[in-house]
């Protein structure tokens, strides 16, 4: 899917920047203000999140641009290699030193360099830092002749660097050189909106002229990104390799399970009354089912505490009890078991064999089809089936749990694709509603 016209782009060393969200429209902006001055910048933000290539950003918005741009993870050296990588080393200056090497220093001067992760630095490596940030001329390591560049360096970290200096374990006159100016990436859950111009962007590049379900479209969207744009970038490449050869469409069932281990939230219109208190409630209550109940595990998978848990499900309660009674409630161990009565069929792949069989029922348990050949106890299957009113097929493992004379089989889903999971539970809650059934609040 080509970018829209409401995203932007900036193309950085041969990497295309893709961006539709405010914060990055500011953060982009105060990046062309940065580059013009030649102060040192540091650059804050979680790892993953892009940090780097603010960092080459700046340096092709510098007057600088035509110079060397030197990158260096500081965490990648060995620590009693990081001065010597820095500032470089004369012939003989250790065992191995076999000639004269410059400094990464050297190698940038009239450029820039490009710091990664500062804060892995120690405390002798970075009094030095600070020296040649001051403009001092410095030694190679076993020299006697100074060396003298002119370097801008950008510095990144994923690190709270106020809270180290506090701690001791950043030297607070550094922190403030480097710090000249300071910019924050936001992480991609930050900029929701840069989530699907940045997937399609990766997507066109793994796999040309495929594009996104709706349902994948979603799920990328609910996702907190904990490894942000490379995280994305990963999850994309994975999803193309594992679907079909040839397929014009990732679907959710194409996604890594991870993406659904988050609570499942339904969209809430904008400007609706109480839409976040409409969200925090869907959150409590769905974290509260998918642990059957149990408000320690749900509270615990929120980062709340029992009683606040609990103290607003008694809220949910009253506010249900004020809206009218349902015709008929389940509580979250029933409607886990709730069976909906169902004819559909269903393919069966056991080993080299296909079997087309048709449903009796089905539930988020398993499902109970007539099959119209005898099956061994025990027997694990592949079953392949459509729901009614759903477009993508659901693919599940079973286990045979009990077969009748007459056919009758009843099977125990051992191993579903959680996007499959929230397919089947939406469809069978959609069920239960039409019947005239709600889901009680957990109590216990």
């Keep these: 899917m080509p970018t829209s016209s409401t995203d932007e782009t900036r193309l950085v060393d041969g990497k295309m920047v893709i961006f539709r969200s405010e914060p990055m429209r500011k953060l982009i902006n105060m990046v062309d203000r940065v580059a013009r001055h030649d102060a040192a910048v540091l650059v804050c933000g979680e790892t993953g999140s892009g940090k780097e290539l603010v960092g080459r950003l700046i340096h092709q918005q510098s007057l600088r641009c035509g110079k060397p741009f030197v990158d260096v993870n500081c965490a990648a050296f060995p620590e009693h290699l990081v001065e010597s990588e820095l500032f470089g080393y004369e012939k003989g200056a250790f065992s191995g030193a076999e000639a004269t090497k410059k400094g990464l220093f050297e190698i940038a001067d009239q450029g820039t360099l490009f710091l990664d992760e500062i804060g892995e630095l120690d405390g002798k490596v970075q009094a030095k830092l600070l020296r040649v940030l001051d403009g001092v001329p410095y030694y190679r390591l076993g020299g006697n002749h100074k060396v003298l560049v002119n370097v801008r360096v950008v510095a990144a970290t994923n690190r709270n660097l106020k809270e180290e200096v506090q701690q001791g374990k950043f030297r607070s006159d550094l922190y403030h050189r480097l710090a000249q100016f300071e910019l924050h990436v936001p992480a991609l859950r930050e900029r929701p909106a840069d989530i699907l111009p940045i ?3 990766f997507l066109e ?6 594009a996104l379900s709706r349902d994948a479209a979603e799920a990328l969207e609910q996702y907190q990104w ?4 490379r995280e994305l970038k990963n999850v994309l490449l994975r999803a193309t390799v594992s679907s079909e050869t040839g397929t014009a469409e990732i679907r959710a069932s194409h996604l890594p399970g991870i993406i659904f281990g988050t609570p499942v939230i339904s969209p809430v219109r904008a400007g609706t009354p109480n839409s976040l208190e409409e969200v925090e409630k869907q959150m409590i209550l769905q974290a509260t089912s998918a642990n059957a109940g149990s408000q320690a595990r749900a509270a615990q998978q929120l980062g709340i505490s029992v009683r606040t848990l609990r103290r607003k499900l008694e809220k949910y309660k009253a ?4 809206q009218g009674e349902a015709l008929g409630k389940l509580s979250s161990y029933q409607q886990r078991y709730f069976r909906v009565a169902v004819e559909m069929m269903v393919t069966l792949t056991c080993a080299d064999q296909q079997i087309e069989a048709m449903t009796v029922d089905i539930s988020s348990g398993g499902l109970a089809l007539r099959s119209p050949v005898p099956l061994a106890h025990d027997s694990v299957i592949e079953a392949s089936f459509t729901l009614p009113g759903c477009s993508e097929s659901m693919i ?7 077969m009748a004379q007459d056919g009758l089989a009843g099977f125990t889903f051992i191993d579903v694709h959680p996007a499959f999971q929230r397919q089947l539970h939406q469809w069978l809650n959609e069920k239960a509603r039409a019947e005239g059934w709600t889901q009680t609040t957990p109590v216990g």
């Excluded at 590049?205 to 495929?210: I, T």
């Excluded at 599940?396 to 009990?402: V, Y």
């Design 319 to 322: 506010q249900d009890s004020i």
């Design 396 to 402: 599940a493992k079973a286990r045979l749990a009990w």
């Design 199 to 201: 997937a399609h962007f």
């Design 205 to 210: 590049q793994y796999c040309p002229g495929a």
């Design 226 to 229: 904990p490894g942000n744009v």
